[in-house]
């Protein structure tokens, strides 16, 4: 029997502009995600009182939760809008851009600061001379499994829109960078630069400023144990910073 989903969408024209809510009605189909919906009124744009509007931006890419880019807030919870089901959401469905990152426009915000973020603490692991060096270090299956599960972190933003210590008020660069140093220094290769990382982390708005509200590993899709490298690395960088003073 055919019927009709309802969405309910807070919408903005540019960042400059206020925010409104406008309401969809559009068919159902079996199966369908909320992009699938999206793109029904991208098809149609006409808000529940008819009236001709423009169609609702939104950001997406590889519609199998891999990529992040669809993320948003979907009756009041950060997640993918391409693994969000209609058959599994309550009506009408709500839906608002994640609120820790400036809109761009409706659905699609900037998440610039997550990668300016990754590039304060050195997530990458140098390889320039290292050609030469001959073959690369062995990594033990244990260090391969942690690394694996770190890996999957997809800059998504769940884990910022979660946590309450991502605010105006705070500098805090949030879990999923923390995640990464301990991601790059578990490798031998990237151990190299373990120290350089962890003194960017004990800098303003680093791991001292986390809370540990713990927020950030309900809300994580892929299930990166955030909590765990946020207090290994808080051992590292409590450690690091005994040395160095011990050291001047």
């Known amino acids: 029997m055919a019927k009709d989903i309802r969405l309910v969408i807070k919408r903005q024209a540019n960042p400059k502009s206020a925010d409104y809510v406008e309401e969809f009605v559009i068919p159902y189909f079996p199966k369908m995600n909320v992009v699938a919906a999206l793109?029904?009124?991208q098809k149609n744009p006409l808000n529940a009182k008819g009236d001709v509007t423009t169609p609702v931006a939104w950001d997406c890419n590889c519609l199998e939760e891999v990529c992040g880019a669809c993320?948003?807030?979907?009756?009041?919870?950060a997640r993918q809008a391409c693994s969000a089901l209609v058959d599994q959401l309550t009506q009408p469905i709500h839906l608002a851009p994640l609120t820790k990152f400036p809109v761009v426009r409706d659905l699609v915000v900037d998440r610039k600061v997550m990668f300016d973020n990754l590039?304060?603490?050195?997530?990458?692991?140098?390889?320039d001379g290292t050609h030469d060096m001959g073959p690369g270090p062995r990594v033990s299956?244990?260090?391969?499994?942690q690394a694996y599960r770190l890996s999957k972190c997809m800059t998504c933003g769940c884990c910022m829109e979660a946590c309450?210590?991502?605010?105006?008020?705070s500098n805090f660069i949030g879990?999923?960078?923390?995640?990464?140093v301990d991601l790059m220094?578990?490798?031998?290769?990237?151990?190299l630069q373990r120290e350089r990382r962890l003194e960017a982390l004990m800098t303003e708005g680093g791991i001292a400023d986390c809370g540990n509200a713990q927020n950030c590993i309900k809300v994580c899709p892929k299930e990166v144990p955030l909590t765990r490298s946020i207090a290994r690395l808080n051992r590292a960088t409590t450690f690091h910073g005994i040395k160095s003073w011990f050291n001047k």
């Open 39 to 41: 793109m029904e009124i």
């Open 71 to 77: 993320t948003m807030v979907i009756n009041g919870q």
């Open 119 to 127: 590039r304060k603490v050195k997530a990458w692991i140098e390889v």
């Open 141 to 145: 299956p244990k260090v391969q499994e």
């Open 164 to 169: 309450p210590n991502v605010n105006p008020k």
């Open 175 to 180: 879990p999923a960078p923390i995640a990464q």
């Open 185 to 191: 220094n578990s490798h031998p290769t990237g151990a």
